[in-house]
């Protein structure tokens, strides 16, 4: 066997070995992020919501899905982000976490990216006031990264439980 055969043999083995991950890219504010695909029941437009009171400022309220009273929560406000102003593109991702569906307002749904988890950097490590614990890596495109959410940790769970607690 040559050694270029040889090579693309080996390619072939690597690619069965890092199986493709699919996560969904949207936009907050001029940034990117994405997460797992399989934590994204639905996308839909951004509905109307009731407010809850005394809610944390991220918190847009709640809303009825087809039945279902689903707490609607701004990605952008909990990562102190500004909104994009005049934006048609807002869109509201309705996530499962842990059994429980909660929709998150972006900026834009861009896209579906699928790569395999070595291509996923390390988070660098910097001094600052800003906790990365829910960032689980970025993902280097041709010209420009993307940021890997953990929503879960995100959006503190315990903060969902409690509104819906309040809400019901």
Known sequence: MTD????????IVADENSELQRFLEFSLGEE??????LSVREVI???????????PSHFLGIMNLRGQVISVVDMRTKLKIKALENNSEESVIIVDIDGMNLGIVV????KVL????????????????????YIYGVYRKEDSLTVLLNVAKVL???DVNTLKKKAA
Do not use: G, H, M, W
């Open 32 to 37: 990117d992020y994405a997460i797992p695909l």
């Open 107 to 110: 900026d834009s749904i861009n």
């Open 45 to 55: 437009s951004v509905p109307e919501t009731t407010p809850i009171p005394k809610a």
């Open 114 to 133: 699928a790569f395999s988890l070595n291509e996923i950097n390390d988070v660098p490590e910097i001094e600052t006031q800003v906790n990365a614990e």
């Open 156 to 158: 503190d769970i315990a």
């Open 4 to 11: 270029e055969n040889n090579n693309q043999n080996l390619a």
